[in-house]
């Protein structure tokens, strides 16, 4: 019975931190970036994404700080990011705000990324360079556009 409880102690450490409850609110706010985006609230959906953007880099410092970084963090982390970016662009584009042109070159280098670190990573989730240089771009280039 102690080992069951050791484990679920366990459990709940490595997956209830701080980093992933930042996670987890940026991914609950997303939807509100949307529909900002949706009521020609541009503004202030560039307002609170620069908020969400700048989150994921506190996210990232305070796993590393707190000794908090975990597979199940870094993996949820990259979804919530996909998530907000691949969202927001894809409602730029659909109301109008984008072309399909600036979607591509938005969308590819994250496209990209994902195909290097699945076959050339064998699917195993470790943050490169080039994945950080275009989350980079990305965020760089939605306030802009």
């Known amino acids: 019975m102690k080992k069951d409880n050791l484990k679920t102690t366990s459990l709940k450490n490595y997956i209830y931190t701080i980093p992933n409850f930042i996670t987890l609110i940026r991914l609950l706010l997303i939807p509100l970036v949307l529909y900002l985006i949706v009521k020609d609230r541009i503004i202030w959906a560039v307002v609170l994404f ?62 990209i990324t994902f195909f290097l670190l699945t076959f050339l990573h064998k699917a195993e989730y470790k943050p490169t360079i080039f994945s950080r240089l275009s989350s980079v771009f990305f965020y760089i280039s939605i306030p802009i556009f």
């Open 50 to 111: 620069v908020i969400l953007s700048l989150s994921d880099k506190l996210d990232g410092l305070l796993a590393r700080t707190l000794k908090q970084s975990s597979y199940y963090g870094g993996m949820f982390d990259a979804f919530t990011d996909s998530t907000l970016i691949f969202s927001t662009v894809l409602f730029l584009y659909l109301t109008g705000h984008i072309n399909a042109l600036l979607l591509a070159l938005l969308v590819a280098p994250k496209i």
